[in-house]
């Protein structure tokens, strides 16, 4: 079983500091049925890479019971994958040899867990139902996933392909800690044979080691009974990871996560949301006022330029959606958020259940999150994020970027952000306060220009700023929106 990691971050031997291996050195550490050694195959300032042999003792595993489940012929027990395949065993021994790594500690560079890097990993041999499967489980997460296949025998192609893969991934901008934790969950998610045993442990390790992405990923459900087995504990752990994303959304509750398809054709829009209400400085009425302008506004932009295939990110409950249903030159819609809940109030207010079927087939509503690279998001038109950015913590923008602008690459981008210049005219806020209690940053005009000419120039677009509601000759207006149009 083998696993490397590489770097070309300079100089690439951080990876070292990072690891706590010393590059110079073979170190090995005891896991339960053998041993872990860590060594560097490569260590130059430009690139360097560290593997992770695992040496299993199958003999060991029997003894212990542990190995391959008594199903099949007799000799399975001691001739079987598990000295030679990613399993459960990479994960127990990364914790073992990575565990201040995977902690995000690093006592002599304090920076370096927090820097994201040009990374690189390969596992030798992965089980897995199918190619598909690495990519849906990897892609969400940003990596770029690359799998070949290995035949059940080279010499006998007739026999066709093993369950075998040797997996990929390549990032551009992660953090070590993250690819570490994303193997650690993920390798055993993959692993077929029922070779550990789960408890109440297994489920605070998920939760832990799973708190900053699993909650957003598209198949956490998956995930989630893969990895704890047992029925008894997925219900009560997909509960807690729904709290976990309530957290760090807006607001979100329920369970499952379906990929609901909607549609409502002419019901007026009634201004009944809950906007300005709490947690909120602005005034209910004006805010609904300005809200409304918005997206009218981004409405009338998307009709104009005649956009076939429309992306709302961050739909929420689905107000611009409806608006969008309204242009019959729109074929497709796609809104997407990641709150569970606000999909759940789209839908009603819909009122997808009711829906025409040629209409429905207008709209698909997905959950999904903007920091994670998603298939789904290529081939449209154009894309809206209206009040979307805010919501997202500064330093993940980076990630957003590359979703929305590398790869799902909308032929226009219409996204707006609060002017936080305007908030002087709000009374109930102080100096330095945002508008929502939700909002993770609020940008000047200045720092929204910046921001996005500088996207639009790393990415192929042309972007203009415009002020979005009336404007006050002092500090602007409450709102502003970008028009990012590709270039060729
Ligand atoms: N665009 C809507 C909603 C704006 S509120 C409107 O203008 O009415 C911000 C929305 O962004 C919320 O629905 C929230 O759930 C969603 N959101 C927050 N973080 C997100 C993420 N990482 N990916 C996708 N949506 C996200």
């Known amino acids: 079983m083998l696993l490397t990691i590489s770097t070309t971050h300079q100089p690439a031997t951080d990876l070292g500091y990072l690891?706590?291996?010393?590059?110079?050195?073979l170190q090995s550490v005891d896991i339960a049925y053998g041993q872990a050694h860590v060594f560097y195959p490569e260590a130059t300032l430009t690139r360097c890479t560290a593997a992770l042999l695992l040496d299993i003792d199958t003999v060991a595993l029997v003894r212990s019971h542990r190995g391959p489940a008594g199903e099949g012929f007799a000799l399975e027990q001691y001739v079987n994958d598990r000295p030679y395949a990613a399993s459960s065993f990479l994960s127990t021994a990364l914790v073992k040899a990575f565990n201040t790594a995977m902690n995000g500690t690093c006592k002599d560079r304090p920076e370096l867990p927090d820097t994201r890097l040009p990374l690189e990993a390969t596992v030798a041999a992965l089980p897995a139902a199918n190619a598909e499967q690495l990519h849906r489980l990897f892609e969400p997460l940003?990596?770029?996933v690359e799998t070949d296949a290995h035949p059940l025998d080279p010499t006998v192609p007739?026999?066709?392909e093993s369950r075998y893969y040797t997996l990929r991934l390549r990032h551009s901008t992660c953090r070590l800690r993250d690819l570490l934790t994303h193997l650690y969950v993920l390798v055993p998610v993959l692993d077929n044979d029922k070779h550990y045993w789960i408890g109440p442990a297994e489920v605070e390790k998920l939760l832990h080691r799973g708190a900053e992405w699993l909650p957003q990923h598209p198949d956490r459900e998956f995930i989630t009974r893969r990895y704890l087995r047992?029925?008894?504990?997925?219900n009560p752990t997909l509960k807690r990871l729904l709290t976990a994303e309530e957290a760090a959304t807006d607001d979100v509750s329920g369970t499952g996560l379906p990929v609901a398809q909607t549609v409502?054709?002419?019901?007026?829009v009634t201004g009944t949301t809950q906007v300005g209400s709490e947690g909120n400085a602005e005034p209910a009425t004006e805010k609904q006022k300005l809200h409304d302008l918005r997206l009218a506004r981004i409405a009338e932009q998307i009709r104009r330029v005649g956009a076939k295939r429309v992306l709302d990110l961050?739909?929420?409950?689905?107000?611009?959606?409806r608006l969008l249903l309204q242009q019959p030159q729109i074929e497709h819609i796609l809104g997407m958020d990641?709150?569970?809940?606000?999909l759940v109030r789209a839908q009603e207010r819909l009122h997808f259940a009711e829906m025409p079927p040629r209409q429905r087939e207008r709209l698909t509503l997905v959950q999904g999150s903007l920091l994670y690279h998603d298939p789904r998001l290529a081939g449209y038109d154009a894309a809206?994020?209206?009040e979307v950015i805010e919501h997202l913590d500064e330093s993940r923008l980076v990630a957003f970027e590359l979703v929305l602008f590398a790869r799902a690459r909308p032929g226009i981008v219409l996204l707006t952000t609060p002017n936080a210049t305007y908030n002087q005219k709000f009374e109930k806020l102080s100096a330095g306060q945002f508008r929502h209690s939700d909002h993770r940053f609020e940008w000047t005009e200045t720092q929204f220009a910046a921001w996005a000419s500088a996207v639009a120039e790393r990415h192929g677009y042309r972007v203009r700023v415009e002020p979005l509601g009336p404007e006050d000759a002092q500090v602007g207006a409450p709102s502003q929106l970008a028009v990012f149009e590709r270039v060729g």
Not at 230 to 234: I, L, N, R
Not at 314 to 321: A, S
Request: charged share 25%; aromatic share 12%.
């Open 230 to 234: 047992f029925a008894e504990y997925v």
């Open 384 to 386: 809206a994020v209206v």
């Open 338 to 342: 990641v709150s569970y809940q606000e």
């Open 142 to 144: 940003g990596y770029e």
């Open 158 to 160: 007739a026999w066709g």
């Open 314 to 321: 961050g739909c929420g409950e689905g107000k611009l959606v």
């Open 264 to 268: 409502i054709p002419d019901e007026k």
């Open 19 to 25: 690891l706590h291996k010393n590059p110079a050195r």
